[in-house]
């Protein structure tokens, strides 16, 4: 399974770089988190999750810090983005497009890698 997520700033017109995003799983009776790691410089995160079941999983996208880097508070502190995965050679590539205001998540491709 591979997941990215794609984050762009509508507010200010480009990619979000520097927005935490954290993966989870659904495990037997609680989360797992698998993976956090920051937006790069296109406001991408890319995570290759070898072995990793089908299922339910999470993104979590933290705004605040962004956000108020550029001086502004946003409505939503985070985003969370629950989504399944049906195969385990799946390819789950998402966009995120946030304001402060709002927000709109896209899934961009549904191949499943076979």
């Known amino acids: 399974m591979i997941v990215s997520l794609d984050v762009v700033d509508a507010m200010i017109g480009r990619p979000a770089e520097g927005i935490p ?19 790069d410089l296109s406001g991408r995160v890319t995570w290759p999750e070898p072995g990793e079941r089908r299922g339910k999983y999470r993104l979590e996208v933290e705004l605040d810090r962004y956000y108020g880097s550029l001086g502004v508070t946003p409505f939503q502190s985070s985003v969370h983005m629950d989504f399944r995965v049906f195969h385990p050679d799946e390819i789950v590539s ?21």
């Not at 995003?21 to 937006?39: A, C, F, N, W, Y």
């Not at 998402?94 to 076979?114: A, E, F, K, Y």
Request: a positive charge; aromatic letters at 0%.
């Open 94 to 114: 998402l966009l995120l497009i946030i304001s402060p205001t709002s927000n709109v998540t896209c899934r961009l491709t549904t191949d499943n890698g076979s």
């Open 21 to 39: 995003v954290t993966l989870r799983r659904d495990g037997d009776d609680k989360e797992i988190k698998l993976r956090s790691q920051l937006t």
